[in-house]
């Protein structure tokens, strides 16, 4: 089966700009997940949704970023305005089905913020 | 929030040499998965344990959900240069979301 498809991968942006990264996840996984891998460190859930549903967002920095998944399907994350420490790379992830218990990653965006 | 220590941070080895690492925390953990991350990829799921307890393989690796359900380790045989990347712990907490947590990672390096 395709894995989880992430675009760009990657982006160099300035400080104050915006960005958007976009997610496919596998095939009728209905829970998706965003992830902040800071270089030298382990991913971090960003926000994790059920379907179209936000299950868990209290690590999302809502003042800069935003996630949507609208029809229960691609999600993507948005960064606005960006700052230098949200250089790292973002890995979305998806589960469900036989496989709920476990997460697939996609190949992860590596920003830089300048 | 909850933590989980991960050790070694990095390994230096011979190939054909055991490699052992863990992963521990104070919290409690229902499921525990074992990755990982080649340079530019995202990590990719080796193992999968879901019983305090179990011992499962997966070809040369070996991993195991601690008794206490607050520990788990991984162990790679005979160690192969394919083997080079960074190992994460990963444990699912048991209430609320149940999102997932990651340790630091351990940085496995083969001398040939």
């Known amino acids: 089966e395709a894995g989880v498809a992430q675009s760009p991968r990657y982006k160099i942006i300035e400080k104050r700009q915006s960005v958007a990264f976009w997610c496919n996840p596998i095939?009728?996984?209905?829970?998706l997940y965003w992830y902040q891998q800071i270089l030298g460190q382990g991913p971090k859930l960003l926000i994790q949704?059920?379907?179209?549903?936000?299950?868990?967002d209290s690590q999302l920095p809502k003042d800069r970023f935003s996630a949507e998944r609208l029809k229960g399907v691609d999600s993507t994350l948005k960064i606005q305005p960006a700052k230098l420490e949200d250089s790292a790379v973002y890995l979305c992830?998806?589960?469900?089905?036989?496989?709920?218990?476990?997460?697939?990653f996609g190949p992860g965006t590596r920003l830089t913020v300048l | 929030g909850q933590q989980l220590n991960q050790s070694p941070q990095s390994m230096f080895i011979q190939e054909g040499e055991e490699v052992s690492m863990n992963c521990t925390s104070s919290?409690?953990?229902?499921?525990w998965l074992w990755y990982k991350q080649d340079p530019g990829e995202g990590p990719v799921l080796l193992i999968a344990?879901?019983?305090?307890?179990e011992l499962t393989s997966n070809g040369r690796l070996t991993a195991q959900f601690g008794i206490t359900r607050k520990d788990s380790f991984l162990n790679i045989s005979a160690s192969i240069p394919s083997d080079v990347g960074i190992y994460f712990c990963?444990?699912?907490?048991?209430?609320?979301?149940?999102?997932?947590?990651f340790g630091q990672g351990t940085r496995l390096t083969i001398n040939p």
């Open positions: 992830a998806s589960g469900g089905g036989s496989s709920y218990n476990e997460q697939f």
């Open positions: 095939s009728g996984h209905a829970t």
């Open positions: 949704f059920q379907n179209n549903g936000v299950v868990d």
């Open positions: 919290s409690i953990f229902n499921t």
């Open positions: 344990l879901y019983k305090a307890g």
């Open positions: 990963a444990g699912r907490i048991i209430q609320g979301a149940q999102k997932l947590v």
